[in-house]
């Protein structure tokens, strides 16, 4: 489940937590109508310009990602606001090592 959570996350853009609590591996297998106003593409629709992807608002009759977590595999994917560690470097300096 954290790596379905980690795709989901990379889709989307923000950050996906997995609370399901499951362990071990399972078989995914679901499928959604892509909606550019939430998801960035993926790789394919970069790499050929997929023109339905560039569709500013999700297909009539498809449902979003959101709804087919629910229907397909019974998962609910809920907006969140929580305080998260960031890490920030502004600044660094390469220090020559001696051989």
């Excluded at 909606?35 to 498809?62: M, N, Q, Y």
Aim: aromatic share 8%.
């Amino acid at each position: 489940m954290a790596s379905l959570a980690h795709f989901v996350s990379v889709r989307l853009n923000a950050p996906v937590q997995d609370l399901t609590g499951l362990q071990g591996k399972y078989d995914v297998d679901v499928s959604w109508a892509p909606d550019r106003t939430i998801e960035k593409a993926g790789p394919f629709a970069l790499a050929h310009s997929d023109a339905a992807f560039a569709e500013a608002s999700l297909p009539a009759g498809k449902e979003d990602i959101f709804t087919s977590f629910r229907d397909t595999l019974g998962l609910r994917l809920e907006p969140r606001k929580e305080q998260v560690e960031i890490l920030v470097i502004d600044h660094i300096e390469r220090i020559p090592v001696g051989n």
